[in-house]
C-alpha cells in the first residue's frame, strides 16, 4: 500500500543523517484455526491476512524475515518470504540477544518479524526503550508497528498501522 511506503519514507528523512537506520516491522501472526490447541494452522480469514501483508509490504525492500517456530507466525510471513526471495529465520522472544544480534547483522536495513500478541508490544518496547505498547487483546490481528531504530533503546520511533 501507498501509504506505508511514504511514511517509510518520511520516518527514514526524519531520522536520517549519517547515522544507521535499521527498520523492524513487526507484525502479530494472522488469524489463527482450531485445528490444534498448542500449534494451529491459520484460518481461512488468517490466509488471506497473510497474503495482504505480503501485498502492503509489496514495495518494500526486506533484508530478514524472522518467526516464532509456531504454525501461524511462520505461515504469516510465508507468502511475504516467497515473494521476496528471502528464507524465514526462527527466533526466540524472550532472548532479547537475539533481538540485538539481528540489528547488527541487518544493521541498515529492513527486518521483518513475526510474533504474538504479547511478544510484538514487548519487542516495540524492548527496541523503543519505552513502555508504552501493551499486549494485543486475542481477537486483535491487524497491527503493524514500524519502528525505525537508529540506537535501540534510546532513538527509535514507531509508525503503528493496521492491514
Known sequence: ?????????LTLSVVAGAQTITTV???????????DPKDPELSE??????QHLAQVLKEIKVDAIYSTPYKRTRNTV??????????V??????????IDQML???????IVIAGHSNTVPDLANYLTGKTEFHNF???DYDNLLVVT???????????????
Not at 529465520?89 to 537475539?98: A, C, D, G, T
Open 1 to 9: 500500500m501507498k501509504y506505508l511506503v511514504i511514511l517509510f519514507f
Open 78 to 87: 510465508t507468502p511475504l518470504a516467497e515473494a521476496k526471495g528471502v528464507s
Open 25 to 35: 516491522i513487526l507484525v502479530r501472526h494472522a488469524e489463527k484455526g482450531t485445528d
Open 137 to 139: 487483546d486475542d481477537s
Open 104 to 110: 547488527q547483522k541487518f544493521a541498515g536495513g529492513t
Open 89 to 98: 529465520l526462527n527466533y526466540n522472544p524472550s532472548k532479547k540477544e537475539e
Open 45 to 50: 480469514a488468517g490466509k488471506q491476512r497473510a
Open 149 to 163: 531504530v537508529v540506537e535501540k533503546g534510546k532513538n527509535a520511533k514507531v509508525i503503528w498501522l493496521t492491514y
